[in-house]
Antibody
């Protein structure tokens, strides 16, 4: 069955960067978009962008341009999202989710806390 | 960006009730509409795709419908396991956008 296993919770300092991972199994990693979504308490869900691991193509929500960078490693079936210049507004749970067109099957989420 | 206006934001209901949640799209999205269920501390689960299609493993008491720019999720004969937050998502146009969520809770 499809599984998306995300890395563990992160506590990071303001101004720093963080890279979170999403290891896929149970399907052909290179054949599906991998989406990333942000969820803040009380603020609902925001789509960050997707990467197509088959060729590395990416598409970002303009709001996250310069904030998020999506990459993928075909050899390990792992997608990554790096978040840079972190502020308290970046504290959230981040999900990866595979799917064509939009997210379908979701990982368990990673809580990122930005605090000094 | 396309705005998805979801209502109600909170829905108290009793077991066995029939409930309906609605999302209104600010622009045409065709049938590129998905519904997700999220329980506390869990990731969202796909319930409906293509506005009306039941995702694999989803109980048949769930259904999706469309009337113009209004998209609805209906749950017949509510069960305790259905208590959760429900979100709609449009993916017709970038960026995909979610509704604000509906918290379904026991009355």
């Amino acid at each position: 069955q499809v599984q998306l296993q995300q890395s563990g919770a992160e506590l990071v300092k303001p101004g720093s960067s963080v890279k979170i991972s999403c290891k896929a199994s149970g399907y052909t990693f290179t054949s599906y978009d991998m989406h990333w979504i942000k969820q803040q308490p009380g603020n609902g869900l925001e789509w960050i962008g997707w990467i197509y691991p088959g060729n590395g193509n990416t598409k970002y929500n303009q709001k996250f341009n310069g904030k998020a960078t999506l990459t993928a490693d075909k050899s390990s079936s792992t997608a990554y999202m790096q978040l840079s210049s972190l502020t308290s507004e970046d504290s959230a749970v981040y999900f990866c989710a595979r799917g064509h067109g939009g997210p379908r099957d979701w990982g368990q989420g990673v809580m990122v806390t930005v605090s000094s | 960006d396309i705005q998805m206006t979801q209502s109600p934001s909170s829905l108290p209901a009793s077991l066995g009730d029939r409930v309906t949640i609605t999302c209104r799209a600010s622009q045409d999205i065709g049938n590129y509409l998905r519904w997700f269920q999220q329980k506390p501390g869990k990731s969202p689960r796909l319930m409906i795709y293509g506005a009306t299609n039941l995702a694999a493993g989803v109980p048949s008491r769930f259904s999706g419908s469309r009337s113009g720019s209004d998209y609805s999720l209906t749950i017949n004969s509510l069960e305790s396991e259905d208590m959760a937050i429900y979100y709609c998502l449009q993916h017709n146009e970038y960026p995909p956008t979610f509704g604000g969520g509906t918290k379904l809770e026991l009355k």
